[in-house]
C-alpha cells in the first residue's frame, strides 16, 4: 500500500524513457505523452485522495528503516503539490504540440518534460535531505534540456547563465548538507529535526540553516538572489516558460517551507524576522522589475518573483494562519504562473512579436484570448472571489495577527502594481482600434492553443470561488506544519 | 434576497446569446427589466414601520466569508437608488446607443455593475463587500473604455482603476485588520464591539485605510482626478455609475461605518475637511469647463464632496441632511447627464462654446434641464428638492456642539464660510450649464449636427427624475418618515426622532446665507467674461493631473532605470551579487548566534605528505587563475582533480579515488577537446578594481565556508548513523563494501536517479550538438 | 588535520568563485569544476578522517571510515560530471554562435 507514494515519480520516470524510443515517431510521442500525463494525473489524484482519507503514507524505500534508509513521506503538503504539478502538466502537454516546432519535440521534449515532474515530485515527496538535492540536479537537469531546447542565440546565452548559478548552488547545497551531517549526524529529515529540537538549534546550526536557505532562495528567486530568473524564463519556448515559472520557484519555496517549519524552526526571532524583510524586498523589487519592460513574456517572468515575495511573507510570520496562506498562495500561483506564461506565448505568437509596443487591438479577434487573459490578470493580482484572493487574505490576516504593519502596506502597494502592470497589456494589447492581424494564417492554431489554458483559468476561479472545498485542508496543512511533531511521529514511528 | 442580487448576474450570462438577435429585438428592453424588477421588489419594504431584516447564505464558512445581507434604512435608500436610476438609465441607453455598437459588451459590463453595487451596499461581511466593491471598479474600468478604440477611453479606464483599486486595497487593509481585531467579519458585529477598534495602537491607520477608500471611490480632493476623464463612458454609463450609484460607494461606506468612527476626532477633522474642500474645489473648477459633461463630472465633484463633509459633521441635523441629498442629487444630477447625452446626441457637441440658444430647438429637454439645473443651484422655490437639502446643509454647518478648543474649533468657525463659498459657485455653474446651453445665440450651423427634440423613449427617463425633483419639493414628508429617516437613523446608529422637512423656517440665519449665495452668484454669472482670466492662474486640477500622468510615467521610468540598473544580463555581477548576499546574511547570523566553534581535540594528525599534496593542490588552484595559456590552465586544473583523488586514497577512500581518477580523466579530456575546436577570441581581463573587488568576495566566500566547516566539524552533536551501515553491510545488505551497499541499496534510489541525471545530460548534450539552432535570437 | 583541509577546501572555493567572475568562458569552467572538487573535499572532511580502516568488511577490524559521506560524494562526482559535461558543450555551442566566448558581452536585452 505504501508503494502508492513511489508512482508519482516513478511514473514520469518511466514515461520519460518510454518517450524517448518514440522520440522520432512524433504522432504516437504525442498521443503517449498526453495519455501518460493524464494517468499521471489520475493516479496523483488517488493517491491524495487516499491519503486524504487515511493520513499520510510513509515508503522506506529498499525496506531499509528509517532513518538509515532513504524515505519519501506524502503528506497533504507533498501530495497537494505533486497533484497541482500534474494538472499543470496536462495543460502544457496539451499545449506543447502546438507550440513547439517538430524538431525541438524529437529532440526529446517529452522526456526532459517527465523527467522534470518526476524530479519536481521527488523534492516534494522525498523525506531525505540529501535525496532532495538528488531530486534537485534531476529537474535542473531536465531543466537543462528543456532551456537550450531549440538552440537559439539568445536562448543558448540565457541557458549558460542559468546553468552557471544553479550549479554554483547546487554545490553550496550538497556542502551545506554535509555541514549538517556533520552536526547531527543523519540525512533523515524527521531525524535531523529531531535532533536539532533537541539541541535547541544551538551554535553554528542556524548557520547552515541559512545557508541552506541561500540555496533554496537561489532556485525560488527571493531578493537579492533572484537576478538569474526573469531573461531566462522569457526566452526558452512559451509551453517550457510555463514548466518553470509554474514549478521550479516552487520548488525552492516549498523547500524553504518544509525545512524552515520543520527542522531550523527555533530561531524564528532571528531567521523568520529576516524573511519578512527579504519577503518585502522580493515583492518591491519584482513588481518594479514587472514594469519596466515592454517585452509581455519578461513582464510575466518577472511576476513571478514579487509572488514568491507573498510566500515568504506567510514563512516570515510563521503563524498558522500565515502558513496556511503561503500554500494557498503556492497552490493558487502554480496554476496561475502556468497559465499566464502559456497565455503570452500565445499572445506573441499570434501577435508575431513579445514587443507590447507593437501589438494592439487583438481584442477584435481573438476575444476568448482577451477575456482569458483579464481573468488571469484579474486573478494574479489578488481581486475576489478568485484564488489569489483566498492566500493573500490568509497572509495579510496572519501578518496583522503579528502586527506587521509594514509588510501588509508593501504587501497592498504590490498588488497595486501587479494588476498595473498586467493591465497594461491588456489595454495596450487588446484594446485598440480594430486592425488588420499581421499573421491571419495563425488564428486557427493560436485558437486551439487557448484552450488547454481554460483548464488552469478554471482551476484558478474553483480555487477561489469554491475556497470551501479547499481551504479546511490547507488550513489543517497549515496546522500541522507548526506542529513538526506529527510529521516527526509519522517517519520515526517511535 | 439572494436572488435579487444574483438576478443581473445571472441575465448577464445570457446577454451574449440574446445579443445576436439584436436585429429583431434590443436588449436594453430585457435589461430594463431586471432593475424595474428588483426596484419593485424592494419597494415593498419601505414604510414607516421598516425594520432591519438579515439574511445569510453559507459561502466559504471556514474563512468566515458568508454572504450576508443586511438591509437597514441606508441600504434601502442605496439599493432603491441602484435599481430606479438603474431601469431609467437602461431604458434611456436603448435610444441613446446604437445597434450597430457593441451592445451585447455593454450590457453585460452593466448588469455586472449593478449586480455588485447591490452586492456592496447590501453586504454585511467585510470580504463579500470587498469582493463586489471592485467588481464595481473593474465594470467601471470595463464601461470607460467601452470604446477602447479611443486613446482618451484607455486613458480614463486605467485611471479611473488604479485609483480606485488603490482605494479598494487599502479598503481591504482595514478590513482584514477590524477583523482581525474582533474576530468577527460581520460589519455589524464589528460597530457593536467598537471599543476594540477605537482604544487599538492602530486605530488612526484603520481610519486612514478606511477614508483613502472611500474617498478614492468617491472621487473627494485630490482623487477626483479619475471622474472627469472617466466622461470617456457613455453617457448612460456617466450618469449611472458616474453620477449617482458608484461614486456614492464611499460616501455609503463612511455612512456605514459613521455609528463607529464619528465619535473621534480625527475623523471629523479628516472627513469634514476634505469633503468641504471638495466641495468648494469641485464647484469652482466646474465653472472653467467647456464640455457638458465635465461641467457635470466637476459639479458630481462638488456634491459628494458636500455629502462627504455633512457626514463628517456628524450632527443628527447633518446626516438627514446627508442622506437627503444623496437621494437629491440621484434625481437632478441624474437628469442633468441624461439631458448633457440628449444634447450630444441631436447637435453632435457637448462644447458649451459651440451651444447656445437651444431651447427653440429642444424645448422639453430644456424644461427638464431648467428645473434639475435651478434644483441643483439651491434656489428657493417649493418646488425644487435642490433647495431643502441644501438649506439643511447651511443649518448643519452652523450647528455645532460647542465644545473643543484648538484646530477643531477653528474648523468649526470656518466651515459656515467655506460651505457658503462653494455653494456660491454651486449656482454660478449651474446657471452656466442652463443658459450656455439653452439660452443666447444660436449658431447651428457650428454644429456637427441639426439639432432637433429627441424622440421621446429618450425623454421619459428624465421625465421621471425632474417629476421625481418636483414631487420631493412639493411634498417632502412624502419620503420623509417612510423612507429618508430610516436611513438616517442607521447612520447615527440609533433611532433619530423625526426631522421635519418645512420650506418655510423664518428668517433665519440658513436662508440668509442661502439669499447670499443667490446674490452674489448672479453678480458672478453676469460678470462672469471679467473674471474669467483668474482660472489662468490658478491652473487648479491640470497640476494634479500633472502629478499622476508623472507618477505614473515615473513609475515606469523609475522601474525600468533601477532595473535595468542591476539587471544588466553579466552573469559575473549576478554572481557578486548572490555571493555578497549570501557572505552578509550568512556572516550575520553566525555572528548574531554566535556560532562560530573550534574544537581541537578531535582531530587526525597532521601528516607531512598530506600537506604537499594539499600545498600542491593550493598552487595548482592558483595556477589556473594566473596562467594565461587556456591548454595550460585546463592541464593545472587536472592536477587539483588527481591532487583529490590523491587525498582520496590517503582518506581511506578507495572507490572515490579510482572514480575520481577516472572522472577528473575524462572530464580534462572533455576540456581539451572543447577548447580545441573553438577558436580563439581576444583575452578579456577585468579592471583592477574590478579584480580587487572579485577577491574580496572569493576570499569571504572561502573564508564562510572554511569557518561554517570547521565549526560544524567542532560541534558534532551526536553519532553519526554511520554505525549502522557498517553493522548491517553484510547482515541484511549481503556485502563487504560498505560504500557500494549503500550506493545500491541502502540509498539506491539516489543511484537510480543519479544515472537518471546522467542520461538527461547525455540526451540534451545530444541536442544540442545536433539541433540547428537560429542565429537569430529566438 | 581536517582544519588543514577545510582551509585547503575553502582555498578552493575561493579560486572557484574567482574564476566564476572572470570574462572568459573556460575559466567560469574551470571555476565550476574547482567547486565541485571543493565541496567534495568538504564533505569528506565532515566524516573523521582517518579514524579507522577503509569502509569495506574485513577480519578483525574493528573501526572503519565514516561510509556514507563516501556514498554521497560518488553520487555527487557522477552528477557534476554530467552537468560539467553539459556545460562545456554548452559552452562550445554558446560561443560559436555569438561569436564570442566572453560572458560579459553575452548579455543581451529586453527584446529579442
Known amino acids: 500500500?505504501?508503494?502508492?507514494?513511489?508512482?508519482?515519480?516513478?511514473?514520469?520516470?518511466?514515461?520519460?524513457?518510454?518517450?524517448?524510443?518514440?522520440?522520432?515517431?512524433?504522432?504516437?510521442?504525442?498521443?503517449?505523452?498526453?495519455?501518460?500525463?493524464?494517468?499521471?494525473?489520475?493516479?496523483?489524484?488517488?493517491?491524495?485522495?487516499?491519503?486524504?482519507?487515511?493520513?499520510?503514507?510513509?515508503?522506506?524505500?529498499?525496506?531499509?528503516?528509517?532513518?538509515?534508509?532513504?524515505?519519501?513521506?506524502?503528506?497533504?503538503?507533498?501530495?497537494?503539490?505533486?497533484?497541482?504539478?500534474?494538472?499543470?502538466?496536462?495543460?502544457?502537454?496539451?499545449?506543447?504540440?502546438?507550440?513547439?516546432?517538430?524538431?525541438?519535440?524529437?529532440?526529446?521534449?517529452?522526456?526532459?518534460?517527465?523527467?522534470?515532474?518526476?524530479?519536481?515530485?521527488?523534492?516534494?515527496?522525498?523525506?531525505?535531505?540529501?535525496?532532495?538535492?538528488?531530486?534537485?540536479?534531476?529537474?535542473?537537469?531536465?531543466?537543462?534540456?528543456?532551456?537550450?531546447?531549440?538552440?537559439?542565440?539568445?536562448?543558448?546565452?540565457?541557458?549558460?547563465?542559468?546553468?552557471?548559478?544553479?550549479?554554483?548552488?547546487?554545490?553550496?547545497?550538497?556542502?551545506?548538507?554535509?555541514?549538517?551531517?556533520?552536526?547531527?549526524?543523519?540525512?533523515?529529515?524527521?531525524?535531523?529535526?529531531?535532533?536539532?529540537?533537541?539541541?535547541?538549534?544551538?551554535?553554528?546550526?542556524?548557520?547552515?540553516?541559512?545557508?541552506?536557505?541561500?540555496?533554496?532562495?537561489?532556485?525560488?528567486?527571493?531578493?537579492?538572489?533572484?537576478?538569474?530568473?526573469?531573461?531566462?524564463?522569457?526566452?526558452?519556448?512559451?509551453?517550457?516558460?510555463?514548466?518553470?515559472?509554474?514549478?521550479?520557484?516552487?520548488?525552492?519555496?516549498?523547500?524553504?517551507?518544509?525545512?524552515?517549519?520543520?527542522?531550523?524552526?527555533?530561531?524564528?526571532?532571528?531567521?523568520?524576522?529576516?524573511?519578512?524583510?527579504?519577503?518585502?524586498?522580493?515583492?518591491?523589487?519584482?513588481?518594479?522589475?514587472?514594469?519596466?519592460?515592454?517585452?509581455?513574456?519578461?513582464?510575466?517572468?518577472?511576476?513571478?518573483?514579487?509572488?514568491?515575495?507573498?510566500?515568504?511573507?506567510g514563512i516570515g510570520v510563521f503563524t498558522e494562519t500565515s502558513i496556511s496562506g503561503t500554500v494557498y498562495y503556492l497552490i493558487h500561483d502554480m496554476v496561475i504562473k502556468g497559465a499566464l506564461f502559456l497565455l503570452v506565448g500565445v499572445i506573441a505568437y499570434a501577435a508575431g512579436t513579445s514587443d507590447l509596443r507593437k501589438i494592439n487591438g487583438l481584442i477584435h479577434h481573438y476575444p476568448v484570448l482577451g477575456w482569458f487573459f483579464f481573468i488571469a490578470t484579474l486573478v494574479l493580482a489578488g481581486i475576489p472571489p478568485f484564488s489569489g484572493f483566498i492566500g493573500k487574505l490568509l497572509l495579510i490576516q496572519g501578518a496583522l495577527g503579528q502586527e506587521e504593519i509594514m509588510i501588509v502596506i508593501i504587501a497592498l502597494i504590490t498588488s497595486l502594481l501587479i494588476l498595473f502592470s498586467m493591465i497594461r497589456i491588456f489595454i495596450q494589447g487588446f484594446w485598440g482600434e480594430k486592425k488588420e492581424l499581421a499573421h491571419p494564417e495563425r488564428r486557427q492554431a493560436a485558437n486551439r492553443m487557448t484552450w488547454p489554458i481554460g483548464l488552469l483559468l478554471s482551476i484558478s476561479v474553483l480555487l477561489g470561488v469554491g475556497a470551501e472545498w479547499f481551504y479546511p485542508s490547507v488550513e489543517w496543512i497549515g496546522e500541522y506544519l507548526m506542529n513538526p511533531q506529527i510529521y516527526i511521529d509519522s517517519v520515526l514511528k517511535e | 434576497m439572494l436572488l435579487a442580487v444574483l438576478l443581473p448576474f445571472i441575465i448577464a450570462i445570457f446577454i451574449p446569446f440574446l445579443s445576436k438577435w439584436k436585429d429583431k429585438i434590443h436588449p436594453g428592453f430585457i435589461v430594463t427589466a431586471v432593475p424595474a424588477v428588483i426596484f419593485i421588489y424592494f419597494a415593498r419594504f419601505l414604510g414607516s414601520g421598516f425594520e432591519p431584516v438579515s439574511r445569510e447564505y453559507t459561502w466559504i464558512p471556514s474563512l468566515n466569508m458568508n454572504i450576508a445581507f443586511y438591509l437597514d434604512g441606508l441600504s434601502l435608500l442605496f439599493v432603491l437608488l441602484i435599481s430606479g436610476i438603474g431601469a431609467l438609465v437602461a431604458f434611456y441607453s436603448i435610444y441613446y446607443l446604437h445597434k450597430t455598437e457593441q451592445l451585447g459588451h455593454f450590457y453585460v459590463y452593466f448588469l455586472l455593475f449593478m449586480g455588485s453595487m447591490l452586492g456592496v451596499v447590501l453586504s454585511d461581511n467585510v470580504f463579500v463587500l470587498y469582493t463586489f466593491w471592485e467588481f464595481t471598479s473593474l465594470s467601471s474600468f470595463l464601461l470607460i473604455g467601452y470604446w477602447h478604440y479611443k486613446e482618451r477611453s484607455r486613458y480614463g479606464a486605467l485611471k479611473s482603476m488604479l485609483i480606485t483599486i488603490f482605494g479598494g486595497l487599502s479598503l481591504l487593509g482595514a478590513l482584514i485588520f477590524m477583523s482581525v481585531i474582533t474576530g468577527s467579519t460581520s460589519i455589524q458585529q464589528i460597530i457593536r464591539q467598537q471599543e476594540l477598534i477605537l482604544n487599538h495602537e492602530f486605530f488612526p491607520l484603520i481610519l486612514v485605510f478606511i477614508l483613502l477608500g472611500a474617498f478614492t471611490k468617491s472621487a473627494q480632493f485630490p482623487f477626483h482626478i479619475w471622474l472627469p476623464d472617466a466622461m470617456e463612458a457613455p453617457t448612460p454609463v456617466s450618469a449611472y455609475l458616474h453620477s449617482a450609484t458608484m461614486v456614492k460607494a464611499g460616501i455609503f461606506l463612511v455612512a456605514r461605518f459613521s455609528p463607529m468612527l464619528s465619535s473621534s476626532d480625527w475623523f471629523f477633522i479628516i472627513v469634514s475637511s476634505v469633503g468641504i474642500v471638495t466641495l468648494c474645489w469641485g464647484s469652482y473648477m466646474a465653472v472653467r469647463q467647456t464640455d457638458l459633461k465635465a461641467i457635470l463630472a466637476f459639479s458630481t465633484i462638488s456634491q459628494l464632496g458636500m455629502i462627504m463633509a455633512m457626514l463628517g459633521f456628524g450632527t443628527e441635523v447633518a446626516v438627514f441632511a446627508a442622506v437627503f441629498h444623496i437621494l437629491n442629487h440621484a434625481t437632478f444630477k441624474g437628469s442633468l447627464f441624461m439631458v448633457a447625452g440628449i444634447v450630444d446626441h441631436e447637435t453632435g457637441s457637448r462644447d458649451i462654446r459651440k451651444l447656445g440658444g437651444l431651447m427653440t430647438f429642444l424645448p422639453i429637454t430644456a424644461t427638464l434641464a431648467l428645473f434639475a439645473s435651478f434644483s441643483m443651484a439651491g434656489v428657493p422655490l417649493p418646488f425644487l428638492n435642490g433647495f431643502y437639502s441644501k438649506e439643511l446643509f447651511f443649518d448643519a454647518a452652523i450647528h455645532f456642539e460647542q465644545t473643543t478648543t484648538g484646530f477643531i474649533a477653528f474648523l468649526k468657525t470656518a466651515f459656515p464660510y467655506l460651505a457658503v463659498l462653494g455653494s456660491i459657485f454651486t449656482f454660478v455653474y449651474s446657471m452656466y450649464f442652463f443658459f450656455g446651453t439653452f439660452r443666447g445665440n444660436a449658431n447651428v450651423d457650428e454644429l456637427p449636427k441639426k439639432p432637433h427634440e429627441a424622440p421621446m423613449g429618450m425623454l421619459v427617463s428624465p421625465m421621471i427624475l425632474v417629476a421625481g425633483v418636483i414631487i420631493i419639493g412639493l411634498f417632502p414628508q412624502l419620503i420623509n418618515e417612510p423612507f429618508i429617516h430610516h436611513a438616517a437613523s442607521a447612520v447615527k446608529g440609533f433611532e433619530l426622532r423625526v426631522h421635519h422637512i418645512k420650506f418655510w423656517h423664518g428668517i433665519k440665519l440658513p436662508l440668509i446665507m442661502s439669499l447670499t449665495v443667490i446674490a452674489f452668484g448672479t453678480v458672478l454669472v453676469l460678470s462672469m467674461t471679467k473674471w474669467k482670466g483668474i482660472y489662468r492662474f490658478i491652473p487648479g486640477v491640470l497640476s494634479l493631473n500633472t502629478f499622476y500622468d508623472g507618477l505614473v510615467d515615473r513609475t515606469v521610468s523609475y522601474s525600468s532605470a533601477l532595473t535595468k540598473g542591476y539587471m544588466n544580463g553579466s552573469v559575473g555581477r549576478y554572481v557578486r551579487l548572490i555571493v555578497g548576499a549570501i557572505i552578509i546574511g550568512s556572516f550575520g547570523i553566525m555572528a548574531a548566534t554566535n556560532g562560530f566553534h573550534l574544537e581541537t581535540g578531535n582531530l587526525a594528525e597532521v601528516k607531512l605528505t598530506e600537506v604537499f599534496v594539499a600545498i600542491m593542490m593550493v598552487i595548482a588552484a592558483i595556477g589556473t587563475i594566473i596562467v594565461r595559456n587556456r591548454i595550460a590552465a585546463i592541464l593545472i586544473l587536472g592536477v587539483v582533480g588527481y591532487g583529490l583523488s590523491l587525498l582520496f586514497v590517503i582518506y581511506r577512500a578507495p572507490d572515490l579515488a579510482l572514480t575520481q581518477f577516472i572522472i577528473e580523466t575524462v572530464t580534462l579530456a572533455l576540456f581539451l577537446l572543447v577548447f580545441y575546436h573553438l577558436p580563439k577570441f581576444e583575452n578579456h581581463t577585468h579592471s583592477a578594481k574590478t579584480k580587487t573587488f572579485n577577491l574580496i568576495i572569493s576570499i569571504g566566500f572561502g573564508a564562510l565556508m572554511t569557518m561554517v566547516a570547521i565549526s560544524a566539524h567542532s560541534s558534532k552533536m551526536f553519532d553519526s548513523i554511520a554505525s549502522y551501515f557498517i553493522e548491517n553491510s553484510y547482515k541484511l545488505g549481503g556485502g563487504d563494501n560498505i560504500v557500494n551497499v549503500i550506493l545500491v541499496d541502502m540509498r539506491g534510489l539516489d543511484t537510480l536517479f543519479e544515472i537518471t541525471v546522467l542520461g538527461i545530460a547525455a540526451m540534451a548534450i545530444y541536442g544540442l550538438i545536433r539541433l540547428r539552432g537560429n542565429r537569430k535570437g529566438d | 588535520m581536517e582544519i588543514i583541509m577545510a582551509v585547503l577546501a575553502g582555498i578552493l572555493f575561493t579560486t572557484a568563485v574567482y574564476n566564476l567572475l572572470q570574462k572568459q568562458m573556460l575559466r567560469i569552467i574551470i571555476g565550476t569544476a574547482l567547486l565541485s572538487h571543493g565541496a567534495h573535499l568538504f564533505i569528506l572532511t565532515m566524516g573523521e578522517l582517518k579514524r579507522g580502516a577503509p569502509p569495506i568488511l574485513s577480519e578483525g577490524v574493528e573501526q572503519y571510515t565514516d561510509p556514507l559521506p563516501q556514498a554521497l560524494i560518488l553520487t555527487s562526482i557522477v552528477i557534476s560530471f554530467g552537468i560539467t559535461s553539459l556545460l562545456l558543450v554548452l559552452a562550445y555551442r554558446t560561443s560559436k554562435i555569438n561569436g564570442t566566448d566572453n560572458m560579459e558581452q553575452l548579455r543581451g536585452n529586453d527584446y529579442e
Open chain 1, 1 to 313: 500500500m505504501s508503494n502508492l507514494i513511489s508512482l508519482p515519480i516513478i511514473l514520469p520516470l518511466l514515461a520519460g524513457i518510454i518517450v524517448a524510443f518514440f522520440a522520432n515517431k512524433l504522432p504516437l510521442a504525442r498521443t503517449m505523452s498526453k495519455v501518460f500525463a493524464l494517468i499521471n494525473l489520475a493516479v496523483t489524484g488517488f493517491i491524495l485522495y487516499q491519503i486524504y482519507q487515511n493520513g499520510p503514507i510513509v515508503l522506506e524505500t529498499g525496506d531499509w528503516a528509517a532513518p538509515y534508509g532513504i524515505i519519501l513521506v506524502g503528506d497533504m503538503l507533498s501530495i497537494t503539490l505533486a497533484f497541482t504539478t500534474n494538472i499543470v502538466a496536462v495543460a502544457c502537454v496539451f499545449y506543447a504540440s502546438r507550440s513547439l516546432t517538430e524538431q525541438q519535440e524529437s529532440y526529446y521534449f517529452y522526456s526532459f518534460f517527465f523527467l522534470l515532474i518526476t524530479g519536481v515530485s521527488g523534492a516534494f515527496i522525498t523525506g531525505d535531505i540529501f535525496n532532495l538535492f538528488v531530486f534537485f540536479e534531476v529537474l535542473l537537469m531536465a531543466s537543462y534540456g528543456l532551456i537550450v531546447l531549440g538552440n537559439g542565440r539568445a536562448q543558448l546565452r540565457e541557458s549558460m547563465k542559468y546553468v552557471l548559478i544553479n550549479l554554483f548552488s547546487s554545490m553550496i547545497f550538497v556542502t551545506t548538507v554535509s555541514f549538517l551531517y556533520s552536526v547531527v549526524g543523519t540525512l533523515n529529515m524527521a531525524h535531523i529535526a529531531e535532533r536539532v529540537q533537541e539541541v535547541d538549534q544551538q551554535g553554528i546550526l542556524t548557520t547552515i540553516g541559512i545557508l541552506l536557505f541561500f540555496v533554496f532562495a537561489t532556485k525560488a528567486a527571493i531578493f537579492p538572489l533572484y537576478y538569474w530568473l526573469p531573461h531566462s524564463y522569457s526566452v526558452p519556448n512559451p509551453v517550457v516558460s510555463a514548466l518553470f515559472g509554474a514549478l521550479l520557484t516552487k520548488v525552492g519555496i516549498y523547500s524553504i517551507l518544509r525545512v524552515f517549519t520543520l527542522i531550523f524552526a527555533w530561531e524564528a526571532d532571528l531567521t523568520h524576522t529576516l524573511f519578512i524583510y527579504l519577503a518585502a524586498f522580493t515583492m518591491l523589487f519584482g513588481v518594479i522589475g514587472a514594469l519596466s519592460t515592454n517585452n509581455i513574456k519578461l513582464i510575466i517572468a518577472y511576476n513571478i518573483i514579487p509572488a514568491v515575495g507573498f510566500m515568504m511573507m
